[in-house]
């Protein structure tokens, strides 16, 4: 479900820890179903659910006397113990015996495992609490691959759904609200019926965000389209109210109409309203695809599938510690409400190793610990960066530039080098135009990674055909394609030698990097009389 990325090893250690706690709780709580004999325990359910009622009925008489109150560990103890623990030899028997049942597949050494394991314990909690038929489950795929391989389990964490021993790909969110919405709208609740203000209230209070649908009555083909656009979403709450006052507790700007459709966040741009003319399901969709992230968007490794999956193709990303973002939120807030619907604002954390480097090393500021702002055009895949005073004003013109398409993309390139005296010239993204495409001379130019296997020999040969050209109008140059980037060189293979010839430098010829030296001598020197030939005639 997610692809691997490098992790410190402090963050590998703590997740882990996490893990394999709850892990063990969970065993020695699900002990009937997880024995290591492997022996089948029918009774397994029936008393993981008593041993459950046993905890509320605990609780509910610590709350009478007001003198008992539950820590979070001991919280999240009774959500891993509603999670049911699978093995080998129950998989199959539980999803076989179950209408509806939600599979997390983890391993305990994996960081994202533990991530998501928590969110997925109070899910089960608060489906728990609903009455949902859903049961939630768990399995250590590392420990049983014969069961992971039953389930096509092929990476960590994997979250399957089975509807009657029929499985099908999880598609949801992966906090715990997220994860409930998915599952009640899977398991047949794809909208919530609100009728009074009290309910209202409440509701309010347990969501980030909801769509509402106001309709006089729950039918038409408004109302049908509504539902469709429900059942077809995996992500946001749905709820239908019919009465005015009860509709104005979670829309106040909310207009009295016939129908109605509108978003309602817990954040600074808390109310978005549907101004289209028709309710059709898709055109209903796109709104929500539009306008549910919050004015500036937190990425983190369990939202970023969601957020990568927006229609909204440009996107202004700002790295930032903590304390610093704090600072700019409110009025990157204001200038992102300028933009809405049409770029996407988003902040990473720039001490986050796995977010923030990758992005921020395509700008080769992947040391950097001052506030970064980017942005992205996926349309066309180019990237920029405000290089001005970090500004409201600064930024506001900055998107507006990126809005139209007059914005500069930018190349990255490591400082201008002193090549005095060098007999291999360094060239960086600053010097290429200067130095390779707007030079005089003819220029044979090698282009290498640090990272290259291959590019070291190279390297050698290019060292004694800069000794044996010595004196002529051929320049020699390098290019560390890691560190900078041009617009007009266009390489994937490493190394790559390029032969710029004087008069012609819009079509450089690519020479073989496995020839001998006396051939790649040879070739050169054939090339350059060519052109020295049409120059000649052309005169």
């Known amino acids: 479900m997610f692809r691997p990325k490098p992790t410190s090893r402090f963050i590998c250690f703590s997740l882990t820890l996490l893990l394999l706690l709850g892990f063990f709780t969970s065993i020695l709580a699900s002990d009937p179903i997880t024995n290591e004999n492997g022996d089948e325990d029918s009774e397994g359910i029936e008393e993981l659910l008593a041993l459950d009622e046993e905890v509320e009925q605990e609780e509910e008489s610590g709350s009478s006397s007001s003198s008992v109150r539950y820590s979070e560990a001991e919280v999240l103890s009774k959500a891993q113990r509603i999670v049911l623990e699978l093995n080998g030899d129950s998989t199959k028997r539980v999803i076989d015996d179950n209408e509806f049942v939600l599979v997390l597949g983890y391993a305990p050494w994996c960081p994202r495992s533990a991530e998501l394991m928590p969110q997925f314990a109070e899910a089960a909690t608060l489906l728990k609490d609903l009455r949902s038929p859903l049961l939630m489950t768990k399995l250590d795929a590392d420990r049983y691959p014969k069961a992971a391989s039953l389930l096509q389990i092929k990476g960590f964490p994997t979250l399957l759904l089975f509807v009657n021993g029929s499985s099908q790909a999880y598609t949801g969110g992966f906090s715990a609200e997220e994860i409930v919405i998915w599952a009640r709208k899977k398991t047949g609740v794809p909208v919530i019926r609100i009728n009074s203000v009290t309910e209202a209230e409440e509701f309010l209070k347990k969501y980030h965000t909801i769509v509402i649908g106001f309709f006089e ?96 193709k440009l996107q202004v990303i700002v790295f930032a510690g903590e304390d610093d973002f704090e600072k700019i939120l409110e009025p990157l807030q204001d200038v992102a409400r300028k933009f809405k619907s049409k770029i996407m604002f988003m902040y990473i954390d720039i001490t ?173 020197n054939k090339h350059l009389k060519a052109r020295d030939k049409v120059a000649k005639d052309e005169l």
């Open 217 to 312: 009555k729950f039918e038409g083909s408004d109302y049908e389209e509504f539902v469709k656009a429900a059942t077809a979403d995996n992500e946001l709450q749905f709820i239908e109210v019919s009465n005015i006052e009860v509709a104005k507790v979670l829309f106040p700007q909310m207009k009295a109409t016939n129908n109605f459709l509108g978003i309602v966040k817990s954040e600074p741009e808390r109310y978005t309203a549907y101004e289209g003319t028709t309710f059709e399901t898709e055109k209903l969709l796109q709104f929500l695809d539009y306008n549910k992230f919050p004015l500036v968007t937190k990425l983190t490794e369990i939202n970023s599938a969601r957020v990568y999956s927006s229609p909204i």
């Open 352 to 524: 986050d190793e796995n977010l923030a480097k990758p992005f921020l090393t395509l700008y080769g500021l992947e040391e950097s610990k001052n506030t970064v702002v980017t942005a992205f055009d996926n349309k066309i895949s180019s990237k920029f960066l405000l290089e001005s005073d970090l500004t409201p004003t600064n930024i506001e013109y900055f998107c507006s530039r990126l809005l139209h398409g007059t914005l500069a993309p930018y190349f990255k390139s490591q400082p201008i080098p002193d090549n005095k005296d060098a007999t291999i010239q360094s060239i960086v993204g600053k010097t290429f135009d200067a130095l390779v495409l707007n030079s005089p001379k003819n220029v044979l130019l090698e282009v290498f990674t640090p990272w290259c296997i291959n590019c070291e020999t190279t390297t050698k040969q290019v060292e004694k055909l800069a000794k044996h050209f010595k004196g002529s109008d051929l320049i020699f140059g390098r290019f560390d394609a890691a560190a900078n980037e041009h617009p007009k060189l266009q390489v994937s293979d490493y190394p790559t030698l390029l032969l710029y010839r004087a008069g012609d430098k819009a079509n450089p010829i690519k020479l073989s990097t496995k020839s001998s030296l006396k051939d790649l001598a040879g070739s050169i």
